[in-house]
């Protein structure tokens, strides 16, 4: 009975963290980066997921492994083209806040069949304009739920 109570408060206690306290570093590019080079970025950055920001650095877009593969099969001259151009673009970008939890942040990226979420805070005065403070990955659920469970259990 103790055991699995415990078990129970570790996993209640997981699913109410705050995005705030787990998010990772957003890997950025400037929206008229070209795919080549978001390519390497990619590569030397070691993640899946980039994200394009504009000249003031406000999220303006997605850039998955996928959307590059694509794009490469596809295209001569990678050089020339603008990540802009393939990037999922405002307002079809799923984010998430700060102050929401990990439970949110998992139900998001499940329901969305992705595999990351840009963290923003809204800039008051405009709306559909987000400053990005970080990313959410489905490893940064993974992560959180092991070092939890792993606190009593382990
Ligand atoms: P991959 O395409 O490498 O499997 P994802 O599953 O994360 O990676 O992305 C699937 C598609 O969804 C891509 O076209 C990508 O641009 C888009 N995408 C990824 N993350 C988001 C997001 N947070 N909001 C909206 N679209 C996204």
Redesign the pocket.
Known sequence: FNHNYEVKLQAEKFLHQKVADYKAHPIVVEKSTSVYDAIVQLFLEDV??LYAVDGEGQLA??????????TAIGNKNLNELPVSVI??RMP????IKPDETLLEAAK??IS???????VVKELEQKTDTYLLIGRITKTTITRAYLEIMDQKLG
């Open positions: 899946g997921t877009g997605v850039i998955s492994r996928k959307d590059l593969l694509r990037m999922t079809n970008i799923i984010t998001k990226m969305n069949h992705i595999d990351s979420l840009p």
